[in-house]
């Protein structure tokens, strides 16, 4: 008899135990129906300028958080490649490549709205510059002294 109330208690206390997983279970699986993010792509085209003195356009791609493109220095118009990433709060780092690949600058920044950017440029090691980029601007005159 008292084995038999022995395995009653332990199939009952086996059976709530199971419930309660099963619970939990039911509940992670309706969290875990999030809703669907919104994925950023365009490709628009920056006129302005590093340190208010060397005058660039900067066409760039963002594809969710990857970041792309090229720009150059209106005196040289010779493209110069760029790629990196973007965060959910408009944050970037984009490396500066030359034509072998070698990296030979950083810009970090923000996008300030849709239309303005703006950040600090450098080169490996070197002293941070300013930088203001706007779409829809004219092009700045090449009278800006060159790099």
């Known amino acids: 008899m008292k084995l038999t109330v022995v395995i009653v208690i332990a199939l009952f206390l086996s059976a709530c135990s199971q419930s ?12 875990s129906q999030a809703k669907p993010t919104k994925v950023i792509r365009f490709t628009k085209t920056y006129v302005g300028a590093i340190n208010k003195l060397y005058a660039i356009e900067m066409t ?16 040289h118009k010779q493209d110069i490649a760029l790629k990196g990433t973007v965060d959910a709060k408009d944050n970037f780092t984009l490396a500066e490549f030359d034509a072998s690949g070698h990296q030979t600058g950083t810009f970090t920044g923000r996008f300030v709205t849709g239309e303005h950017i703006e950040g600090q440029w450098s080169k490996p090691n070197g002293q941070p510059m300013p930088f203001v980029l706007e779409t829809g601007a004219q092009p700045i005159a090449s009278s800006f002294y060159s790099y």
């Not at 309660?20 to 969290?31: C, F, H, P, R």
């Not at 760039?60 to 005196?75: A, E, M, P, Q």
């Open 60 to 75: 760039l791609t963002r594809d969710g958080s990857n970041l792309s493109g090229s720009y150059f220095y209106t005196v």
């Open 20 to 31: 309660e997983a099963g619970k939990t279970v039911a509940a992670s699986n309706n969290t």
